[in-house]
């Protein structure tokens, strides 16, 4: 486009230069016959047309005809994207417009915009918390661990337990353990003797978090009760619900029973 428009302009017949409206700059504008702008009716109905049928394009796309003020659109959209961008205040005043929305209209955010905007955020990295897994090495090389043995361990926050469900990452209850069959205490042998194996590989996991979960972790005990209240009823990966898993130990309060 740059270099066409630098073709047609070492070829037009000179023209003096005219006062933008807009900006309040004298300019050369690129299309002018005997000292006027050229009307925008011939522009869209005639010049562009024309243009485009020469350099073999489509008059239209999927967001209408083009004409002149596509190239508002574009500008005014590298302007809102700019490394510092004009306000929609400033945009709307800039392009003549009476309401925002009209000034929304000519902008798109620009993909890579938009994915920095969304990392610049957070909030990807505010909703996940890294849980360390053991993985037994001797259960998956001796064929224990497709016997249905236990082989992947997640510790549980504040060192209260290990979780063995596969799918600990999508059981509701794997910030405010509900101690099914799963769990393994770690004041149990069993867990002793897990943590003095030699041959553990230690990993890191990313465990996404729900907005509750979060504020359960970051908040406090007002926020892990209610979490607690919201799962009594929500079944457990082994089947049972923490309100039926306290009822086994009624001598214990349910909150230390459930919670971590």
Known sequence: MGEAIATWEQVRPEQPDLVDRKTAQVVNFLFAFRG??????????????????????????????????????????????????????ELQQWLGHRWPASTLNYIKVTPTRLAKAYADAGYFARNVRVVEVLVDQDAIKSGAAAAGDSWKFYDLDLGHGYCTYDFFDQCPHHMACAKCSFYRPKGSSQAMLLEGKANLLHMLQQIPLTEDERAAVEDGVSAFDGLLAKLVDMPTPAGPTPRQLSADVPQRGYARDVGL
Do not use: E
Not at 48 to 56: S, V
């Open 36 to 89: 006027r702008r050229i009307g925008y009716s011939y522009l869209n109905g005639t010049l562009i047309p024309l243009l485009c049928r020469k350099a073999g394009v489509p008059t239209h796309d999927t967001r209408g005809n083009i004409t002149t003020h596509r190239a508002r659109s574009t500008i005014a959209t590298q302007l809102g994207n700019a490394k510092d961008p004009m306000l929609l205040l």
